[in-house]
């Protein structure tokens, strides 16, 4: 019997929003009682990961206060300005001896936990992936499951550039089927939070 890999979880959190405009940081936004990004990191957290790091940057005190009390990492990028890859090496550098890595977007908080798992399993029985991403409705969607083994070419990415060029070029990227319409889902504007509000119940 093969040795369980040790899997972490990334929840990226230190962008700026520009496309939310002035409504305020789109991951502290109010959706059904709780916060946009605490969503997303609950999902990491119900998954069987072995911990859950948030990278944060921009507005840097509320984020961190909007996740009181759930037991992460937190792991700063001062680089947030740059885009997405500086968040990207800022989660890798403190991932310690993981062998493998699933990167949430805080701004993403359909995404469920049994989602994040399936992904898991997918590895577990192709242990050879360089990554697993789910696919929904013939779309490619995330969270992405990164093996160490793709590590280093992540960490040569730079800009507002996140890891789907690398995927797409990467015969060794499996797909996994979820039922989850989370996985294609962001927030980018105010009018996205009501794709995710529960709906009203009326007698």
């Not at 037991?71 to 885009?83: E, L, Q, T």
């Amino acid at each position: 019997m093969g040795v369980s890999p040790r899997i972490a979880a990334i929840v990226l959190a230190a962008g700026q929003g520009r496309r939310f405009g002035g409504f305020g940081n789109k991951l502290l936004a109010d959706l059904d009682g709780r916060p946009v990004l605490r969503r997303a990191v609950e999902a990491a957290l119900g998954a069987r990961t072995c911990r859950t790091i948030v990278v944060i940057g921009h507005d840097r005190a509320a984020v961190e206060a909007a996740l009181d009390g759930l037991p992460v990492v937190f792991a700063h990028n001062p680089d947030f300005a740059s885009g997405l890859a500086a968040s990207l090496r800022a989660g890798l550098a403190v991932v310690g001896e993981a062998d493998v890595v699933v990167v949430l977007l805080g701004d993403m908080p359909g995404v469920r936990a049994e989602t994040v798992n399936a992904l898991i399993d997918a590895f577990a029985v192709a242990p050879g992936a360089s990554a697993i991403v789910p696919l929904r409705n013939g779309r490619r969607g995330n969270p992405v499951l990164l093996a160490r083994a793709l590590f280093p070419r992540v960490e040569t990415l730079r800009g507002d550039e996140g890891a789907r060029r690398l995927l797409a070029a990467d015969d060794s990227v499996l797909e996994c089927a979820v039922d989850d319409d989370g996985v294609l889902a962001d927030v980018d504007a105010p009018a996205d939070l009501d794709k995710f509000r529960a709906p009203i119940r009326r007698s």
